[in-house]
């Protein structure tokens, strides 16, 4: 397989190849997870430690599931009563971890950057479960799995982005995985959500919902992210759904075989109909889950053989 990385930080330094040996190898990790023996050893005799700065259901309990199926010895860090809280800063915390000597580290931050830092003071794989506005590789990674299992394809599709671009690290590590898998990419919402400057990574800009998706073959639709507004972005969440939030009229403007995707949490009736939520001929919400825990097996697996090759050349 060809995957040349020690840490997984972000999808921009993953070459075409890389991407196709994470996905492909998650494929066969959702076979085992479908089965009644879900255990593997690939980690086995490995600490894997999750130190999550920021509130997380499905991202921190997919990684936690998907290293204890791979035999980690596997550690939540409290960090709401960690020394941080202290005054201890992130530096010295990494460097106490270090200590311990683990082999993986998830690590999820308000800030941009602090995954990338943390990999440069440790000893182990650092995989990068969401860094401020930055990146969320393993979402993008998921997604792409997602795609690919229902489209058949991975290439040569229309995919719209919908909503808070903005602020969406989900949206920015995806149009860097899509574009590189020669994909064309649409991002749609208010002109305060979306700046135009996104037009010069390469994406199509579209202020009206229904343009946007005009032929679509996947509709991914992000989350308001108030957590990150320091403004008034919309006039009200009321307007916000009639003009943005997913519903049968838009929806009918994409692909007849379009389908729905959002990496939730979901705020219904805000940017999702809950009838299109829960509709499973068209939305891939639950695969979405899914394909979360195969691909993060996959990517920790990938990462811990290179870790294990570079420990024994040093030895």
């Known amino acids: 397989m060809s995957f040349r990385q020690n840490h997984l930080l972000g999808i921009e330094p993953l070459a075409p190849d890389e991407i196709t040996a994470i996905l492909d190898l998650a494929d066969d990790y959702v076979t085992l997870n479908r089965s009644e023996a879900k255990d593997a050893d690939a980690l086995k005799g490995l600490t894997q430690v999750n130190m999550f700065f920021e509130n997380s259901t499905r991202t921190q309990s997919s990684f936690e599931i998907a290293g204890k199926r791979l035999g980690a010895h596997v550690m939540n860090m409290a960090m709401?009563?960690?020394?941080?809280?202290?005054?201890?800063?992130l530096i010295d915390t990494a460097l106490t971890i270090n200590a311990m000597h683990p082999d993986l580290l998830v690590v999820r931050h308000p800030h941009s950057g602090a995954a990338d830092l943390l990999s440069q003071k440790?000893?182990?794989?650092?995989?990068?479960?969401?860094?401020?506005r930055h990146e969320h590789p393993t979402q993008a990674l998921l997604d792409a799995l997602t795609i690919r299992r229902r489209k058949g394809r991975l290439h040569r599709l229309t995919v719209a982005i919908c909503g808070?671009?903005?602020?969406?690290?989900v949206a920015r590590s995806n149009m860097m995985l899509l574009h590189k898998m020669?994909?064309?990419?649409?991002?749609?919402?208010?002109?305060?959500?979306?700046?135009?400057?996104?037009?010069?990574?390469?994406?199509?800009v579209y202020e009206d919902m229904q343009e946007g998706l005009q032929g679509a073959d996947v509709v991914m639709m992000l989350r308001l992210q108030k957590e990150r507004m320091d403004g008034g972005f919309i006039p009200s969440e009321r307007e916000y759904y009639h003009r943005y939030g997913l519903d049968e009229a838009k929806l009918a403007c994409a692909a007849e075989d379009a389908i729905v995707m959002h990496p939730g949490p979901m705020n219904r009736g805000v940017e999702i109909d809950g009838t299109i939520a829960d509709d499973i001929n068209r939305s891939v919400i639950q695969d979405q889950v899914e394909m979360g825990v195969a691909v993060r097996m996959a990517a920790m697996e990938?990462?811990?053989?290179n870790l294990k090759a570079r420990r024994t050349e040093a030895a």
């Open 80 to 89: 709401e009563a960690s020394s941080i809280k202290k005054g201890e800063t």
């Open 122 to 132: 440790v000893n182990c794989a650092v995989l990068n479960a969401g860094d401020g």
């Open 164 to 169: 808070d671009i903005a602020h969406s690290r």
């Open 182 to 204: 020669e994909n064309r990419v649409r991002l749609i919402g208010p002109p305060t959500l979306v700046p135009s400057a996104f037009g010069e990574l390469g994406c199509e």
């Open 302 to 305: 990938l990462l811990a053989r």
